[in-house]
């Protein structure tokens, strides 16, 4: 990785989170949702605060798509360290574009919020209540980003080991139903930046294979 590239790695990861805070908090600045509101209550919801779930949702689209940088940023590290046949980094890669499209998913009042008068109430209700399943999509990616980074940590060094450990551990979390919430929400965004601090490093393990190569 050039000097360009962890620059990049350096903007990528923290941007994606920047964009996904803003975005939820864009996207929650008008009026609550009921609780346990019907299909006709969160079509006047989405209504009533049409604005600020477009903007909100589109800057947290957005960043899903930055993030999909850092993920490039992040299978070009793991690729040259795992070697000729890249199994894991092109797990995590195609793991992390899971992410990412279920986290757009995620956003399904954007499509009422557009559509504000063509709208029926059991539309509006499916299109809030399917994000539901692409954030346990989102979930369930999660273990095999995080899983699959570890494996490749811990044969080549590409990561320190403690945080490859830590981040093993989050994507595990990210399995158990109950709280697995809480591994997408709030420990994969702390994954992602501190993962950012490593990425901008130089890599130790091709200046080891260099030097190996050289005394041969």
């Not at 092109?90 to 504000?116: H, Q, R």
């Not at 940590?153 to 981040?167: D, E, R």
Request: aromatic share 10%; hydrophobic share 55%.
């Amino acid at each position: 990785m050039n000097t360009l590239e962890r620059r990049i790695a350096l903007i990528a990861g923290p941007l994606a989170v920047v964009l996904w805070i803003v975005g939820l908090i864009v996207g929650a600045s008008g009026s609550k949702i009921p609780h346990h509101a019907t299909d006709a209550q969160l079509l006047v919801w989405v209504q009533g605060n049409k604005n600020s779930i477009i903007l909100g949702s589109f800057i947290f689209i957005v960043g899903c798509v930055v993030f999909l940088w850092f993920a490039s940023i992040l299978r070009t590290r793991l690729a040259a360290a795992e070697g000729e046949n890249h199994t894991f980094s092109t797990l995590v890669f195609g793991a992390s574009t899971a992410m990412a499209v279920l986290g757009m998913g995620t956003k399904g009042d954007i499509v009422t919020a557009i559509n504000p008068n063509d709208v029926s109430a059991a539309t509006a209700g499916a299109m809030h209540h399917v994000g539901d399943l692409f954030f346990i999509g989102a979930e369930v990616s999660l273990f095999a980003v995080l899983v699959g980074t570890a494996v490749v940590a811990y044969k080549t060094a590409v990561l320190p080991k403690w945080w490859a450990s830590l981040g093993a551990l989050v994507g595990v979390v990210a399995l158990i139903g109950p709280i697995g919430w809480a591994a997408l929400i709030f420990g994969f965004p702390l994954w992602t930046l501190g993962t950012t601090v490593f990425l901008a490093r130089q890599p130790r393990v091709a200046g080891t294979r260099t030097a190996a190569v050289a005394t041969a």
